[in-house]
């Protein structure tokens, strides 16, 4: 094993801390977590319903298909008695760590001689406001995905919240994986889903929030600039 092969490493895992700790420190320093409708910080990885927070706003979400596109469509269903199909968030920071933990069994010697901790012990299963995550419905190999495709009324394109992306690997070519979750009421744990990711900073992307499109009949997630929808997330329980 030559030298450059060790210096090599040890720069691949500098920067790697580096920008594991970034993400980390902005994380910890202003970032709350995320609450659940009882007012329990939401997991990664567990299954949550996410319904309107208003009454007579609708209710879950589930996959469906819209006419005139061959791609499934995330929609609400709306009656409020239906909290569709559960959903599970995963942070981008975990898939950060996720890379520093699968690093060689070398390489993790450098790991603890530099005082990065493991992956379970910084928190990083709790999902907080405002920071990068995938949505999925529970049990799917896939992720949310903004798609334009276009819309049912008008030749214009619209951003659809639709599914097929590949888990994790923040970067451009998952940037259109990323939502952000925000609480847009002081007093009540509710939030808006935005899309403005912040994994790969030469992408233009255009920020929106997620909102309703109404569609002969159908309620179907969209992002735009101009919309928002608020949301309050239900701890699903695992029968
Ligand atoms: C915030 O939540 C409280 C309690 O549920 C509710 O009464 C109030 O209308 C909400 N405010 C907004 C702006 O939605």
Redesign the pocket.
Known sequence: MGTTFLISSLLILLSLIVQSKAITSSHESHHQAVLDTDGNKIQAGQPYYIVS??RGGGGGVSLDRRERSRSSVVRQHGSEMNFGTPISFSPALASMEGRIASLPKERAIGRMLLGVGTPSSSGARTILESTDVNIRFSEMPVVWQVQESQGSSSPRTRRYVTIGGQPGHPGSSTVRNWFKIER?????P?YRIAYCPSVCESCEVVCGNVGISSESGKRWLSVSKHREF?FVFVKARRN
């Open positions: 927070a208003i847009i009421n002081n007093s009540s509710e608020p």
